[in-house]
Structure formats: structure tokens, C-alpha cells
């Protein structure tokens, strides 16, 4: 099988590329390395790896590397709330507008599984599990284009969605602003963090296990096809105040504190039901503890000290 992968040296793409290629997929990596990152240096040794610098934007280019595609995986995006706002127009063109480019030129033939996120669920119900069937409510700009590309890819068919609870996890194009890898960092260098609205709660799942189920929509594709999934830790719907408790189990010098005032500029407080993705037979090898481990060796090589004299 050829896999094409728009946004492939990104967070995730850098560590599901190397995946894809060790089972011996044929893999394409578009990106346009807007990072300056070298995370796919090591997938160059294999001959079936190719990679492109470009824009997943650019009709042209797509339409030919369609042309040699059985499956499309469209990771390339703006993430986050915080980088979604200070490009509302990239954020729209390429969370959505590339995504809607891609499943208009690809035949019916061809495969399409995108993650998306559920952040989509917004504000869920005090004590009501979201799952795939839950309203779709969401409260940003980054949300918003991920339900409307998701849509798009739906409408198609012969494609899987995959709503992505807050991934957490090392990769060599590695992201510091997520929950729990922010969060690990401050209690690792810092040993202090002041949490705004710590009663919000959301899911977790680690980025090797993103890979996964990556995987196992490829080798499960028929009999999953048409449908979204949630992903994430079934026993990992936690409050940032509940993160921080479990993050203090590892680094007990690690003091947290509610603020009494301010307000998180991310509101998402939702739990989330995985039963749909767990009933197809997949299941996570990370658990939240075992990341968090897993980061602490991680941030003892890495230090973001780039305008630091210490």
C-alpha cells in the first residue's frame, strides 16, 4: 500500500512515518518543515520513503501525488487554539479548506483516515460520557475547522476519522505546549505550576498509541470505514487538578496550586467514552503513568533554553 502523509514531520507524523515504513508501507511525506525540523532525518534509509517540500494547499501539486496514493492521511494543520488565533486565515485554509481539497480530487477508491479532536465536544454535561453521538459544540476557532474537515472527509465514505483526545508523549519534532507534556516540563525544571480553572477535565492518549490506532485502521479499514472514532484512555478523563496529582506520583518535589482568580482561555471541560474504538479491538499500550516517565527522561535531554544564559 501507498500512504500518502500531508504534515508528516510534525508532531505526529515523525513518529507514525517511521511506523508505517518498518511495516513496509510505501510512504509520502508532504510538508513544508515550517519548523526547520529534521524529525524524518532517520527514515531517509528506506527506499520507500519519499519526501516532498511543499504546501498541502497548492491544487497542483496534490492532484499529483494523488495520482500514486491508495491512502491519505491528512495530518497537516495549525494546532492548538493559541497558534490558531494569530492566523485565522491559514487556520481555515489549511485545517479545512486543504483537507476539503484532498477529498474532492481523490477517487472513491481511495482511503482517508484523519485525525481530528475532541475538542469539537466543547463543554460536555456534567457527568455524561461524550461519544460519537454526543452534539459536536465547538468553542474555537481550531475546533470549529477540525468538525468542518471532518465532516468533508465523512461525507466520503471510504474514510475513518479518529477524534484524538490530548495527546501526550516524546517525538522527535517534539511539542511542549501540550497538557501534559507543559504540565511534566514546569513540574520537572520548574517544580511549580499555577493551574487557572483546575476543575476542567479532558481525555489523554499517547502518541505511539495515536500511531497505533493509526495502524489499525489501515489493517481494519472495511469493517471500520464511514465512522468516527474517539481515542483515548479510558481511565484517563481527568481534571488538570487530577494531572497534576498522578504528575506528583513521579516527581514528588512538584508543587501545584489553584489560582483563586483568572480564567483559562481554553475552556474544553468534557469526558469522553473510547467504547466504539475498543470494540473494533484496538487498545492503548500507554498508560498515563508510563509517559510521564517517558517525559521526565525525555526533558532531562531536552531543555527549551534557546535565550537562556544558564
Given amino acids: 500500500m501507498k500512504i500518502l502523509i500531508t504534515g508528516g514531520a510534525g508532531y505526529i507524523g515523525s513518529v507514525l512515518t517511521p511506523i508505517l515504513l518498518a511495516k513496509g508501507y510505501e510512504v509520502t511525506v508532504l510538508d513544508n518543515f515550517m519548523f526547520g525540523q529534521n524529525s524524518l532525518a532517520d527514515c531517509c534509509q528506506y527506499d520507500k520513503f519519499h519526501v516532498v517540500r511543499g504546501d498541502c494547499r497548492d491544487e497542483s501539486l496534490i492532484k499529483n501525488l494523488l495520482k500514486n496514493s491508495d491512502a491519505i492521511i491528512p495530518l497537516a494543520a495549525l494546532v492548538g487554539a493559541p497558534l490558531c488565533n494569530r492566523d485565522n486565515i491559514g487556520t481555515r485554509t489549511i485545517n479545512y479548506e486543504a483537507v476539503k481539497l484532498i477529498c474532492d480530487l481523490a477517487s472513491k477508491q481511495q482511503r482517508i483516515l484523519m485525525p481530528v479532536t475532541n475538542s469539537g465536544y466543547g463543554i460536555g454535561e456534567a457527568g455524561k460520557f461524550c461519544t460519537e453521538e454526543s452534539p459536536l459544540r465547538p468553542i474555537s476557532l481550531y475546533g ?27 517525538s522527535p ?56 472514532y474517539n481515542v483515548g484512555l479510558e481511565d484517563a478523563n481527568l481534571s488538570k487538578l487530577e494531572l497534576c496529582f498522578e504528575i506528583k506520583k513521579y516527581l514528588p518535589n512538584f508543587t501545584y496550586l489553584e489560582a483563586p482568580i483568572g480564567e483559562d482561555p481554553d475552556k474544553r471541560d468534557y469526558i469522553v467514552s473510547n467504547k466504539r474504538i475498543l470494540d473494533t479491538g484496538f487498545s492503548p499500550d500507554w498508560s498515563l503513568g508510563k509517559g510521564i516517565k517517558e517525559l521526565i527522561k525525555g526533558y532531562t535531554i531536552l531543555r527549551n533554553s534557546i535565550y537562556s544564559n544558564i
Fill in 144 to 170: 470549529t475547522t477540525k468538525v468542518d474537515a471532518e465532516r468533508s472527509v465523512l461525507e466520503r465514505e471510504n474514510s475513518i476519522t479518529f477524534r484524538l483526545a490530548t495527546v501526550f508523549g516524546m
Fill in 173 to 228: 519534532r517534539m511539542r511542549m505546549d501540550l497538557l501534559v507534556n507543559d504540565f511534566v516540563y514546569r513540574a520537572f525544571y520548574d517544580r511549580a505550576v499555577v493551574i487557572f480553572e483546575g476543575h476542567f477535565k479532558r481525555n489523554y492518549i499517547h502518541i505511539r498509541d495515536v500511531a497505533k490506532v493509526f495502524v489499525h485502521g489501515i489493517e481494519n479499514f472495511e469493517h471500520m470505514k464511514g465512522k468516527p
